[in-house]
Nanobody, 114 residues
Framework: QVQPVESGGGLVQAGGSLTLSCAASGSIFSINLMGWYRRAPGKQREMVASITRGANTNYSDSVKGRFTISRDNAKNTVYLQMNSLKPEDTAVYYC????????WGQGTQVTVSS
């Protein structure tokens, strides 16, 4: 079973940037659709960005134009570049397949102060 390990979160002021990484314990080369999800306090987990094996991307309306997802199949890693961060982006961020099939990792906390 592939296990994702997310990292790169932290505390940042509104308008700042962070880059998240998700290192999978096994190969993601054959996995077509990978995604970043987030769970904000008191809310359900939601998907915010997805990427196909061919690097086609899709974003939720709430992050479109600010976040960029990418993947490096050789390194079994998926990235999320987050710019122009807003307080409402505060959440724990996770990566997984779409639909999810890995056990959920610990996630990485992103806190955006106003």
């Amino acid at each position: 079973q592939v296990q994702p390990v997310e990292s790169g979160g932290g505390l940042v002021q509104a308008g700042g940037s962070l880059t998240l990484s998700c290192a999978a314990s096994g190969s993601i080369f054959s996995i077509n659709l990978m995604g970043w999800y987030r769970r904000a306090p008191g809310k359900q987990r939601e998907m915010v960005a997805s990427i196909t094996r061919g690097a086609n991307t899709n974003y939720s309306d709430s992050v479109k134009g600010r976040f960029t997802i990418s993947r490096d199949n050789a390194k079994n890693t998926v990235y999320l570049q987050m710019n122009s961060l807003k307080p409402e982006d505060t959440a724990v961020y996770y990566c997984n397949t779409i639909p999810y099939s890995f056990d959920w990792g610990q996630g990485t906390q992103v806190t955006v102060s106003s």
